[in-house]
């Protein structure tokens, strides 16, 4: 078996040399020009299809064009490409891998994990592998493999939505503070990622650690240029901590923001953002008045179109 392997890695290379050089011109394409905007899968797939016509034999190629196939949406080419490489080197952990992340494509779940497990087992794990299987593991309930996955995953790449995913499952767990500590981890990582700070902001006030909350919100009214939802933000602090006097306090100098920012440019996100304003001020009628004005000028403003449906319907209530 290690002769054989060790033929075929060999042979891996001598076929990886010819590729190279029928397939030069677009590998020299990509060098010369790396702004451009990546093809997508369906261009690799046909050139590792043509590879694939040159060097029949070598795994790796099987492996990358099954890839390719889920990334588009053909799980069952990629299936089938991962059974292929398999039968070429069964001994390749990219395979196990590979062929995990089809089968949980698949709703296969069961045997995605056992592939999975196998190739973190086997050798180092990777971002991919850990945050895959703790999807597979939570979706059958165990969360707490799940949770250790997630944290495994972030520990190599931290992703923004995978903090916000465990996260989401800490909370649902009743583990509101540990939510709150992966969040403040996430956002010293990842600097600026308005997803976690809102999420943070959420849990500080569910939490009624007010001061907390109004210290992130600070943090971020130092920084911004428009000031108008921070101001918001925090006459929702003040509203949670029963202070009705500062959170009126705080909806007028958003609404003043709005105004001044308006001034300068009178786009469709500054209407917006003073319509939301005026609808936390309870001036409804004023808030309709930008949304309509608005959509005269930007008729495919989505969240415009649901804010003005919903206020419509409170007025029918």
Same mark, same amino acid.
């Given at each position: 078996m290690r002769g054989r392997t060790s033929f075929r890695r060999r042979s891996h290379f001598r076929n990886r040399a010819t590729v190279a050089c029928t397939l030069g011109c677009s590998i020299l394409l990509n060098i010369v020009l790396p702004a451009r905007a990546h !093809?997508? !899968? /369906? /261009?690799?797939?046909?050139?590792?299809?043509?590879?694939?016509a040159l060097s029949p034999d070598d795994a790796?190629?099987?492996? &990358?064009?099954?890839? %390719?196939?889920?990334?588009? #949406?053909?799980?069952?080419?990629?299936?089938a490409d991962c059974d292929r490489a398999a039968s070429l080197d069964g001994d390749e952990r990219?395979?196990?891998? &590979?062929? #995990?992340l089809t089968l949980?494509?698949?709703?296969?779940d069961a045997e995605a994990e056992a592939e999975l497990t196998q190739f973190c087992e086997s050798g180092p794990p990777t971002y991919e592998a850990l945050a895959e299987r703790g999807r597979i593991r939570e979706r059958s309930g165990r969360n707490e493999p799940a949770l250790a996955d997630f944290t495994a995953a972030l520990g190599i790449d931290g992703n923004v939505q995978l903090y916000l995913h465990r996260g989401k499952l800490q909370e649902s767990m009743g583990r509101i503070e540990d939510a709150a500590a992966g969040y403040r981890e996430g956002l010293a990582r990842r600097r600026g990622a308005a997803k976690l700070r809102a999420a943070l902001l959420r849990? &500080?006030?569910?939490r009624q650690r007010y001061d907390a909350a109004l210290a992130l919100i600070d943090e971020s009214l130092g920084r911004s240029a428009v000031k108008t939802h921070w101001h918001l933000q925090r006459?929702?602090?003040?509203?949670?901590? #029963?202070?009705?006097?500062?959170?009126?306090? &705080?909806?007028?100098?958003s609404l003043a923001e709005a105004d001044r920012v308006l001034k300068k440019s009178?786009?469709?996100? %500054?209407?917006?953002?003073?319509?939301q304003v005026y609808v936390a001020l309870g001036r409804v009628q004023d808030a309709k008045r930008d949304l309509k004005r608005l959509l005269d000028e930007s008729p /495919?403003?989505?969240?415009?179109?649901?804010?003005?449906?919903?206020? %419509?319907?409170?007025?029918g209530r």
């Open positions: !093809p997508g !899968p /369906h /261009h690799d797939i046909e050139r590792l299809t043509a590879a694939i790796a190629l099987y492996i &990358e064009r099954a890839r %390719n196939y889920r990334l588009d #949406g053909q799980v069952s080419a990629s299936l990219a395979i196990w891998l &590979e062929r #995990g949980a494509a698949l709703g296969r849990v &500080e006030i569910a006459a929702e602090v003040f509203d949670a901590a #029963g202070d009705k006097q500062r959170a009126q306090r &705080e909806r007028l100098r009178a786009s469709s996100v %500054n209407l917006y953002s003073r319509s /495919h403003f989505t969240a415009a179109w649901e804010l003005l449906d919903r206020l %419509n319907k409170q007025k």
